[in-house]
């Protein structure tokens, strides 16, 4: 059952937000029975996603000796079957089986070229194959091929520094492949792309297992359809994205979905980056992208009375780049089940164009712009969040929190709720004006949660209502003209537990220069 057919339709029940209140539970995650507008819906779990793949793409044995033995000997290579012709340092496999591939290639390539209904298995036990002008490795005609790094073995493939034409296919990568794709095994594979991509596949692309070292001037992984990543090690460092899944031909594909992994990630682009939807639902992740946040510095001058009257912030960057450099992206929705995240990230650190679900895990986040941004709904259920510089800590629509823990430091806004897409960063928000407008549709509802947040502009925003039905929340405002708690709409505290440094909570509304609401007087529990 392919992963293509199953997976928009599962992740379709995530992703169903309605536009004024987010979902608030997964039916996995315990739900909070404060949430006062938003709707309960049910999350897909690792195993019924991870269940799609089929006993081939999780198979790393083979039979060594009903396998065919390709031995590369230099300019040269030599087979004990038949289905493999070679010309010169062109090998190139016919036929359906498994093919275990030795030795060192120079300036060769190996070619699947064979029906499109056969299923070939690559087994990589040593291999070098560089190639100065293509592909390393070409799947040109296949239903699905399958490459595997034997136990114990170092693998290296390379390209040096061109792609010139041999079909009509526009290869542009190390690993090159019009079918679908698996890499799996218990070996390691380093690519090495000095022109164009590490790894691409022209359908679906899954990463089952294996330990992986990508040096790319593009993408390090680019999947069209998909890429789906189970398990493995990958060390990435890429001119464009480090993991890229884009299908411009139909938008309900260019999924991006990883189950579990440890990922090292330095890319000049985004680091992990999906153009419809993406779900984490474990991992390890240390991702950098552009040069980080340190070289953005961010100077805020602030003047006049709450939003009307213009919180301007003067920001200037090191070097101008006006490439997408964010952490994890989505054009479509997020949702992060669990993992460790450390992010350093010249632009947003995680930014959707969708709604944004935080069921838990640990964040550090580091963001030259905002930290967490979503153009719609934002729901946290639970999680860690160490969030030291940053533009805006959390930002969307609507933002709704259920519990966590949350240290804040921004130039802007802690959280912020606001109407409108995202053009903060690069040429928005880092050129003086936050672009978010007032809206009937944004809100924040915290029901719970730590909140320790020291901000330049407001510590808590909301272009609508502002309701705290529970949590701890210290609220430390360092900006003139900007207050610890601001909101346009209507402000009820039901039992949080708030303390300002500025009395803002009991007059959110004036003080911040918006709509007064029935805030309470002084500090503490209610407000009231």
Do not use: W
């Not at 041999?166 to 542009?172: M, T, Y």
């Amino acid at each position: 059952m392919k992963i293509k057919a199953l997976l928009p339709v599962a992740l379709a029940v995530v992703f169903t937000f309605s536009a004024c209140g987010t979902a608030d539970a997964a039916e996995t995650v315990s739900t909070s029975t404060k949430t006062t507008q938003s709707e309960t819906v049910e999350s897909v779990t690792a195993d019924n996603l991870a269940g799609m793949l089929t006993d081939q793409d999780l198979e790393i044995d083979y039979d060594e000796e009903t396998s065919a033995q390709i031995i590369l000997s230099g300019d040269s290579a030599s087979s004990n079957s038949n289905a493999v012709q070679i010309s010169g340092s062109t090998v190139t496999i016919t036929d359906e089986g498994t093919y275990v591939l030795s030795g060192t290639l120079n300036n060769g390539m190996v070619v699947v070229n064979a029906e499109d209904t056969d299923e070939v298995q690559l087994v990589l036990n040593g291999v070098e194959i560089t190639n100065n002008t293509s592909a390393a490795i070409y799947i040109l005609e296949a239903d699905k091929v399958l490459i595997v790094t034997a136990s114990g073995s170092e693998n290296s493939l390379a390209n040096g520094g061109e792609y010139v034409a041999i079909d009509d296919n526009n290869i542009d990568a190390v690993i090159f492949s019009k079918s679908d794709l698996t890499l799996s095994g218990e070996g390691t594979l380093t690519i090495n792309a000095a022109a164009g991509h590490g790894i691409v596949s022209k359908d679906d692309l899954v990463f089952a297992s294996g330990t992986y070292a990508i040096t790319a001037a593009s993408h390090g992984i680019s999947g069209k359809d998909s890429v789906q990543i189970t398990s493995g090690t990958y060390t990435i460092t890429s001119g464009k994205d480090g993991i890229h899944a884009e299908n411009t031909d139909d938008t309900s594909l260019g999924y991006l979905y990883i189950a579990d992994g440890t990922f090292t990630i330095a890319a000049d682009g985004d680091g992990v980056s999906a153009g419809a939807y993406l779900q984490i639902d474990n991992g390890n992740f240390t991702i950098t992208t552009g040069e980080g946040s340190a070289s953005v510095t961010m100077t805020a001058n602030t003047f006049g009375s709450g939003k009307g009257s213009g919180f301007q912030t003067q920001t200037t960057a090191t070097a101008e780049n006006s490439a997408s450099q964010k952490g994890i992206k989505a054009d479509g929705t997020i949702t992060i089940l669990s993992g460790s995240f450390i992010l350093d990230t010249a632009d947003d650190s995680i930014h959707a164009g969708g709604d944004i679900l935080i069921a838990g895990g640990e964040y550090s986040l580091q963001s030259g712009d905002d930290a967490v941004h979503s153009d719609a709904a934002i729901t946290i259920q639970n999680g860690m969040f160490t969030i030291p510089y940053c533009y805006e800590g959390i930002e969307g629509l609507s933002v709704t929190i259920d519990g966590g823990t949350f240290n804040i430091t921004s130039v802007d806004d802690g959280i912020n709720a606001a109407g409108g897409a995202d053009s903060s960063g690069f040429g928005g928000a880092r050129s003086g004006q936050e672009q978010f407008a007032a809206s009937s549709n944004s809100f924040i509802i915290i029901n719970g949660g730590s909140f320790a947040i020291v901000s330049t502009g407001d510590c808590i925003d909301s272009n609508g209502s502002l309701t705290i039905n529970g949590g701890t929340l210290k609220l430390t405002c360092n900006g003139s003209g900007n207050t610890a708690i601001d909101c346009d709409g209507t402000y009820a505290n039901n039992g949080g537990d708030v303390t300002t440094n500025d009395g803002s909570e009991s007059n959110p509304g004036q003080m911040g220069g918006g709509m007064a609401g029935p805030g309470g007087m002084g500090q503490g529990r209610g407000g009231h």
